[in-house]
Nanobody
């Protein structure tokens, strides 16, 4: 069972940048597909970005395209979310999530992911 730990959240002004990290418990990428989700207060959890099963393709929510980039370091078993041009509406708890590659389901849906980190708070001030 994979374990996920996010870090890198914080308080930033609008227009600023943050890089979130998701450290995994082992050689994860051969078995799991990873993604990022977020949840703002009083709102539903929503998809942010994810890798395809092969890792060759990335998927993004429309509201982060061109601003956020998902990447990974295989040697460090870590996934990153580089967030640029941050807006106050990006304020949320950001979660790293993992799903077994052989299982079906949508990359965009949280129900497809069985494993979650504890989350890291991102606050963007105006």
């Amino acid at each position: 069972q994979v374990q996920l730990e996010e870090s890198g959240g914080g308080l930033v002004q609008a227009g600023g940048s943050l890089r979130l990290s998701c450290a995994t418990s082992g050689p994860t990428f051969s078995t799991y597909t990873l993604g990022w989700f977020r949840q703002a207060p009083g709102k539903e959890r929503e998809f942010v970005a994810a890798f395809s099963g092969s890792g060759a393709t990335t998927y993004y929510a429309d509201f982060v395209k061109g601003r956020f980039t998902i990447s990974r370091d295989n040697a460090k078993n870590t996934v990153y979310l580089q967030m640029n041009s941050l807006k106050p509406e990006d304020t949320a708890v950001y979660y790293c999530a993992a799903r077994l590659k052989y299982l079906g389901g949508s990359y965009y849906s949280g129900v497809s992911y069985a494993y979650w980190g504890q989350g890291t708070q991102v606050t963007v001030s105006s």
